[in-house]
């Protein structure tokens, strides 16, 4: 579906409800530090029915603060042995497709606010250096603003070939471009290496995206990654791994890239034994809800 289709933007049901949620079972040899970024993000607090609140078996001490990106994190020390991190949260949902951004312009850089000048720059999953005279040789010559990223969503959907068997934490933007294959996170770094240069601000977004209102898909649910773009006066969702509107889309985090808004940093070795996300519409009385 593209960006001209007059369902973007407009809502398909009525408001809905979500929850959401995820249980990580690590095995540590002995006591390690942990830096979490696994809370909804605060755009979405008035949203909650039921917060997203951490929980650790054994039970540890945790302190939480905002990173340099405004995201809700959290920090412990994992014992040795067993140990699980877990959440539930219940929120409502409006019901809305991602907003279009069909026949919004592209802002020039010497016009763009300080805070999205960050986005235009590379990082580490992001090799703009590497990607700049493809990206002008692929899209240089073509429309430009939302139809431009739009263009580049699509160029990044049917470039790469999904599967949970290619996941490679490590790999960059520019070797998903060279090896083809990939998982969301590496559909979005390309897709926002890309757009960056084309001197359009964009940002990593992490969250949940379960199967709302869409046929189910096969595999196993994870947490999904897509990209902002900056355009007009404003930040727009796009999505390279679906290409298609969607709704129920929760987000976690924001960042440069994958780097900054890992779901943890571990500081020791461990062993993640057990990893189980979940996000699906519910239907709940006026009882249940209060």
Do not use: K
């Not at 609140?53 to 020390?77: E, K």
């Not at 991602?98 to 802002?107: C, E, H, L, R």
């Not at 902002?228 to 969607?246: H, I, K, Q, S, V």
């Amino acid at each position: 579906m593209t960006l001209s289709q007059p369902l973007q933007g407009q809502p398909l049901n009525p408001a809905l409800h979500l929850r959401v949620g995820f249980e990580m079972e690590y095995e540590c040899p002995r006591p390690t530090p942990m830096l979490l970024a696994l809370n909804i993000h605060y755009s979405r607090a008035s949203d909650l029915v039921q917060p997203d609140q951490l929980h650790t078996t054994p039970s540890v001490p945790m302190s939480a603060y905002r990173d340099p990106f405004g995201n809700w994190c959290s920090r412990l020390v994992a014992p040795a042995g067993r140990f699980v991190i877990s959440t539930t949260a219940l929120l409502r949902d409006p019901g809305l497709v991602d907003t279009p951004a069909f026949g919004v312009p592209q802002t020039p850089v010497e016009y763009l606010p300080e805070s999205a000048l960050t986005f235009l720059l590379g990082s580490r999953y992001c090799e703009t250096d590497h990607l700049s005279d493809f990206a002008w040789a692929q899209f240089g010559n073509g429309p430009t603003g939302g139809e431009r990223v739009q263009a580049v969503c699509d160029f990044v959907n049917q470039h790469i070939e999904f599967g949970y068997h290619h996941a490679r934490r490590t790999r960059s933007a520019l070797e998903a471009f060279n090896e083809r294959q990939g998982v969301c996170r590496d559909f979005a770094h390309l897709g926002i290496a890309l757009c960056r240069s084309l001197n359009i601000p964009a940002r990593y977004c992490t969250g949940y995206l379960g199967d709302i209102r869409i046929p189910a898909v096969p595999g196993p649910m994870d947490f999904a990654g897509w990209f902002e773009a900056y355009l007009g006066d404003r930040w727009y969702t796009f999505d390279p791994r679906n290409n298609t509107p969607r709704i129920g889309r929760v987000l976690m985090a924001r960042g440069r890239d994958a780097c900054d808004v890992a779901l943890t940093n571990t500081f020791g070795s461990n062993t993640l034994q057990r990893f189980n996300v979940w996000a699906d519409e519910v239907n709940l009385s006026p009882e249940q809800l209060r």
